[in-house]
Nanobody, 115 residues
Framework: QVLVVESGGGLVQAGGSLRLSCTTA????????VGWYRQAPGKQRELVSS???????NYGDSVKGRFTSSRDNANNIVYLEMNSLKPEDTAVYYC?????????WGQGTQVTVSS
């Protein structure tokens, strides 16, 4: 079993920034593709961004130009930098690792953006 841990969520005013982190024990995250997802109350979980093992990123239309995903392989962390936050970004954010065809999810971290 792979333990995935997200951190960095919190309460921020509209226009502010947060940086989320996704970590695992050991270096498995280096050889995994990683997706950031979010789920707002009453809504389906949606893909926010993804990053391949080679660092190629992809973003959902609603966050393009505002969110950036990156890797720190030396410290086994994948980041999601979130800028120009909007109240509609409020959700629980989840990190998903895909390794050898299996998906591993974290417990999520709450992001709340006040207007």
């Amino acid at each position: 079993q792979v333990l995935v841990v997200e951190s960095g969520g919190g309460l921020v005013q509209a226009g502010g920034s947060l940086r989320l982190s996704c970590t695992t024990a050991g270096s498995i995250i280096r050889v995994s593709s990683v997706g950031w997802y979010r789920q707002a109350p009453g809504k389906q979980r949606e893909l926010v961004s993804s990053i391949t093992t080679g660092g190629i990123t992809n973003y959902g239309d609603s966050v393009k130009g505002r969110f950036t995903s990156s890797r720190d392989n030396a410290n086994n962390i994948v980041y999601l930098e979130m800028n120009s936050l909007k109240p509609e970004d409020t959700a629980v954010y989840y990190c998903k690792l895909t390794f050898t065809g299996r998906d591993y999810w974290g417990q999520g971290t709450q992001v709340t953006v006040s207007s």
